[in-house]
């Protein structure tokens, strides 16, 4: 007799049809190897003792405080522990409690129909100014359509230019002096039809540039401020341009200044819900959304994210995460951005472990080794 502990991030079903288990049994336990961890906030206290007691009638569980049982508190949070096959069960039972496990019912539903995303996109960075934190990123004129060039060459899907800077402490630029350091770039994308080869995106909240890139043959939106202004909406769905919706606390020259949330996941959450809801009843059809790594966040704040980026599947749209050389890792290991790959491979590989689309990256080539490397391990 032979025993192997198996891994938890397998394929349950890859492994229980090369065991010979039949059709029907093959979903069944599939489902019962699946386990779920799940954090409820701010529940009542009466909704979650009938939650733990029909958790465990179908053999999950709901952790919960000391005191739940005699109502010390009139809400609680918990977690709740279950396999997909019991989930399944808990959220047709709650649809018939009172309190707010109707409502919780709905959201598990909604996290049982969370799929991963089968498809990988490399975003590279061109930034065409003087004061981007990465010195290896900045480019002008012709230099910057060698690295275009190289980037397509390496893998890229997509290429994000912007002219200005939006690291920590940075100022804003007028949207003249913006377009003036990005035009000359957009115009040779568009005499060479570069846009043909591989996917544009703007990396700007400025309606003059927007305008100009998406008449260059632009295709995607990259906006830092989340579509807080509506003439960004309008131009996305004039000209039915991917928008890129990201979250950031306050504006890069303060964003840094001790950032605070009660909960980073669930803020984040509920403003990327927000503003999705606003790209499309302008019309917007492609959204994607970012949680802004390092836009008004602490380490804790951006590991949290990317840890739990699962979560925000459930809002239905890709997600892109861009962690590439950013201070955070000089704060694990300390850094400069010129030495900041090997971090940055990390945190990226697991964001797309946890459900990122579309990495934006800094070195596309290392990035396209690492992915590649990943998807033979996801196989196994």
Do not use: W
Request: glycine share 6%; with cysteine.
């Amino acid at each position: 007799m032979k025993i192997m502990q198996l891994s938890k991030n397998i394929d349950p079903k890859k492994y229980l049809k090369e065991l010979g288990v039949d059709g029907g049994g093959v979903s069944i336990l599939a489902s019962k190897m699946d386990h779920h961890i799940i954090s409820i906030c701010d529940l009542s206290v009466g909704a979650a003792n009938i939650l733990k007691q029909d958790a465990l009638s179908i053999g999950a569980d709901l952790a919960v405080p000391r005191g739940t049982v005699i109502a010390a508190t009139p809400r609680v949070d918990c977690i709740l522990i279950a396999t997909t096959r019991q989930l399944e069960v808990l959220s047709k039972k709650e649809l018939a409690q009172p309190f707010e496990l109707n409502e919780l019912a709905k959201k598990l539903k909604e996290l049982l129909s969370i799929t991963k995303p089968k498809f990988t996109e490399i975003m590279g960075v061109i930034n065409a100014n003087d004061d981007s934190f990465y010195q290896g990123s900045r480019f002008k004129d012709t230099s910057a359509i060698d690295a275009i060039n190289k980037m397509i060459e390496d893998g890229a899907d997509i290429i994000d230019i912007g002219g200005v800077s939006s690291k920590p402490n940075s100022f804003s630029i007028s949207p003249s002096e913006e377009l003036n350091r990005v035009k000359q770039i957009f115009d040779a994308i568009r005499e060479q039809k570069l846009y043909e080869t591989v996917r544009f995106s703007c990396d700007s909240y400025e309606p003059k540039v927007i305008s100009y890139a998406l008449e260059s043959g632009f295709k995607i939106v990259n906006d830092i401020t989340g579509l807080e202004n509506d003439a960004v909406c309008k131009l996305c769905s004039e000209y039915e341009a991917t928008a890129v919706i990201m979250h950031m606390q306050g504006r890069p020259k303060t964003m840094q200044d001790a950032p605070s949330y009660e909960n980073v996941v669930v803020e984040v959450y509920d403003f990327l819900q927000e503003r999705a809801l606003k790209a499309e009843s302008f019309g917007v059809k492609d959204i994607v959304l970012d949680v802004g790594i390092g836009f008004g966040k602490t380490l804790e704040h951006n590991l949290m994210l990317i840890k739990h980026l699962e979560n925000f599947l459930t809002l239905g749209y890709p997600l892109l995460v861009g962690a590439s050389r950013k201070s955070m890792i000089d704060k694990m290991y300390p850094s400069s951005a010129n030495d900041r790959l090997s971090g940055t491979l990390t945190l990226h590989l697991e964001a797309l472990k946890n459900g990122a689309s579309i990495l934006r990256v800094h070195d596309v080539k290392e990035h396209k080794q690492a992915i590649e490397v990943y998807k033979a391990l996801e196989k196994i």
